[in-house]
């Protein structure tokens, strides 16, 4: 697969979640380009110079981490919401509550967190780029997944608002829904319930995480300059609508 080409070079992105999976790829894709990235992770991986430890879930947390990554790197201009948890697959009726609020805190309340915490250092730079990963569950409503599905649509309909809210500030705001993507998710999984993904995308196949990356360097750059609240499908032509 060739790998698109983004001058980001004095460009300064921050990923959440980014220590492993897709967020892994869309950092190493930022920094090809000639960004630097700040990966902010629960979990950073040993050794990783560019790694901050963060819970995106708490304000205090995500303020010391931008005032760390912006004394490092002195501006923001990026930032990719990736972070994620999947939770359990399990109907309503049997869903346990504290794992539907914890999901929701994970995958929906902390981007608006460290949306609210990051958005003014972007519009003060007069341009900036924000990349919500969300999920093809938020517009679909995957079975046995209400949670993840009801925190991922909050997330597109964020996108939505904030786009709309900077749209005249230079600084745009979009989401990736993607369908199952290779990573150590699916570890998790059946592997009759990842037949079942598989099975419904036209392509017959998984995404790949370098594709995402592909996709979320387009958004983080110059050329996405007329989008802005949109949501790009990223679902091997499962979701065409």
Sequence with gaps: MGAAQFDLAGRVAIVTGGARGIGAAIAAA???????????????LPGDAH??????????????????????YGRVDILVNNAG????TTPVSLYPPDEWRRILEVNLTATFLV??????????????RIVNVASL???????????YSAAKAGVLALTKSL????????????????????????????????????????MGRLGEPAEVAELALFLASESCSF???????????RATY
């Design 115 to 128: 949306c609210q915490a990051v958005v003014p250092a972007l519009v003060e730079n007069g341009w900036g």
């Design 30 to 44: 930022l920094g090809r380009c000639g960004a630097a990235v700040a990966v902010w992770d629960r979990d950073p």
């Design 85 to 88: 948890y999947a939770g359990l």
């Design 137 to 147: 569950a938020g517009k679909e409503g995957t079975p046995d997944a209400s949670a």
């Design 163 to 202: 786009g709309k809210e900077l749209a005249q500030t230079g600084v745009l705001v979009n989401a990736i829904a993607p369908a199952a993507v290779r990573t150590s998710l699916l570890d998790q999984m059946s592997p009759e319930h990842v037949r079942t993904m598989i099975g419904k995308s036209p």
């Design 51 to 72: 790694g901050l430890a963060v819970d995106v879930t708490q304000p205090d947390s995500i303020a010391a981490a931008l005032a760390e990554t912006r004394a490092r």
């Design 227 to 237: 989008s802005t609240g949109a949501v790009f499908d990223l679902s091997g032509g």
